[in-house]
């Protein structure tokens, strides 16, 4: 069983920076893709970015491409999302999630259905 705790959210104005942190626990012998993904008001949960259980690979949706950064640390079983010029449409709760990935190569990317171990959720709120 995997735990993923998310911190860092917060009410900015647009234009503003953030970074959101995602630590996991009893990951031990496995090895894990994490991702990010957000739901905002009335809207389906979408997937925001994604980071290779390397580390060597990483993915965006085009909405946060050149605005948003993810990057772990797998000795520290953490990873970070920076969040830099948000808008007022990136307003949601951020979700990290992890896919066990030990069957596969060390920079498969997980389909969104793979992901089985989800955080509890940060709030983001941008105001224009």
């Known amino acids: 069983q995997v735990q993923l705790v998310e911190s860092g959210g917060g009410l900015v104005q647009a234009g503003d920076s953030l970074r959101l942190s995602c630590v996991a626990s009893?990951?031990?012998?496995?090895?894990?893709?994490m991702g990010w993904f957000r739901q905002g008001p009335g809207k389906d949960r979408e997937f925001v970015s994604a980071?290779?259980?390397?580390?060597?690979?990483?993915y965006y949706v085009d909405a946060v491409k050149g605005r948003f950064t993810i990057s772990g640390v797998n000795a520290k079983n953490s990873v970070y999302l920076q969040m830099n010029n948000l808008k007022p449409e990136d307003t949601a709760v951020y979700y990290c999630?992890?896919?066990?990935?030990?069957?596969?190569?060390?920079?498969?990317?997980?389909?969104?259905?793979?992901?089985?171990?989800w955080g509890q959720g940060t709030q983001v709120t941008v105001s224009s």
């Open positions: 999630a992890a896919a066990d990935v030990t069957l596969y190569s060390a920079n498969y990317r997980p389909q969104p259905d793979e992901y089985n171990y």
């Open positions: 009893g990951r031990a012998f496995r090895r894990y893709a």
């Open positions: 980071i290779s259980w390397s580390g060597g690979t990483t």
